[in-house]
C-alpha cells in the first residue's frame, strides 16, 4: 500500500510541475509570472 501511495505521490508532482512549465511559458512573453502591474492583496490607493 506505501509503494502505491507513493507513486501516486510521485505523479501528482509531475503533474504539477508540468503545470507550473506550461504557465511559465504562457506568461514568458507578458514578462513572466510576475509581470508589471501585478498584485494580490494590495490596496490601491490614489
Not at 5 to 11: A, N, Q, T, Y
Amino acid at each position: 500500500m506505501m509503494k502505491r501511495l507513493s507513486m501516486h505521490s510521485m505523479r501528482f508532482t509531475e503533474q504539477k510541475e508540468a503545470v507550473i512549465e506550461l504557465v511559465d511559458r504562457v506568461l514568458e512573453p507578458y514578462g513572466g509570472r510576475l509581470f508589471t502591474g501585478f498584485s494580490i492583496g494590495k490596496i490601491k490607493v490614489d
